[in-house]
């Protein structure tokens, strides 16, 4: 079955550091998302990308959060400056058309900010 | 109005039971209501979803009940197993939107 593939697995960095988590989405898959669980917490959206292009973000996706598909295949997300309280579990997901809203989750990036 | 309440936040069910998790929503604009299913480590995975022009969906032993009017809907997991411990996460969808607003899961622990 086909998966969205998530990179790394883990990601330890320093307050103030910029990080890119990266995510392949599944192949003909159209929208693209990032979420993000802080430890024991909710599932919370941040950002979909549609055409290129940011369609709708959360009030946690701030000027620091940044996103990207910058070769037909990746879609990144960058956080230029983090903070401790960016610490979470940061998921991508995709779906295939505007029409099916079941996500394809991937196994998600740990994001520790030390 | 955005929000999804979810109860309750842990329970243990002996195997063969059937565990009934809630979810209550407030914004009627949601129009999509699906169920994930998130084992330690890993990404929620889709379980079953419900549109609110149905009251009810099976699919194998996992079944929707949807009450439109009360703005609730349950999960119902029949002939429960071990194998479905994990955390269950309810979730809602607004019309013209493609984010999902989610409850805060329940962590379900079925025990032999």
């Known amino acids: 079955e086909p998966e969205v593939t998530q990179t790394p697995s883990h990601q330890v960095t320093q307050m103030g550091q910029e990080v890119i988590l990266r995510c392949v989405p599944i192949?003909?898959?159209?929208?693209f998302y990032w979420y993000r669980q802080i430890l024991g917490q909710k599932v919370e959206f941040l950002v979909s990308?549609?055409?290129?292009?940011?369609?709708?973000k959360s009030e946690i996706f701030d000027d620091q959060f940044s996103v990207e598909r910058p070769d037909g295949s990746n879609f990144t997300l960058k956080i230029r400056s983090t903070k401790l309280e960016d610490s979470a579990m940061y998921f991508c997901?995709?779906?295939?058309?505007?029409?099916?809203?079941?996500?394809?989750f991937g196994s998600g990036t740990r994001l520790t900010v030390v | 109005q955005q929000q999804v309440k979810q109860s309750p936040q842990s329970l243990i069910v002996q195997k063969g039971g059937i565990p009934i998790i809630n979810c209550a929503y407030e914004?009627?604009?949601?129009?999509?209501f699906p169920w994930y299913q998130q084992f330690p480590g890993k990404g929620p995975a889709l379980l079953i979803a419900?549109?609110?022009?149905?009251s009810e969906k099976k699919e194998g032993r996992f079944t929707i009940s949807f009450n439109k009017s009360a703005k609730q809907f349950s999960l119902h997991i029949m002939d429960s197993q071990p194998g479905d411990s994990a955390t269950y996460f309810c979730?809602?969808?607004?019309?013209?939107?493609?984010?999902?607003?989610f409850g805060k899961g329940t962590k379900l622990s079925v025990i032999p």
């Open positions: 997901a995709s779906i295939p058309t505007g029409e099916n809203y079941g996500y394809t």
């Open positions: 192949s003909n898959h159209l929208y």
């Open positions: 990308f549609y055409n290129n292009e940011i369609s709708e």
């Open positions: 914004n009627t604009a949601f129009d999509y």
């Open positions: 419900i549109r609110p022009d149905v």
């Open positions: 979730a809602a969808r607004r019309a013209g939107s493609y984010q999902l607003t």
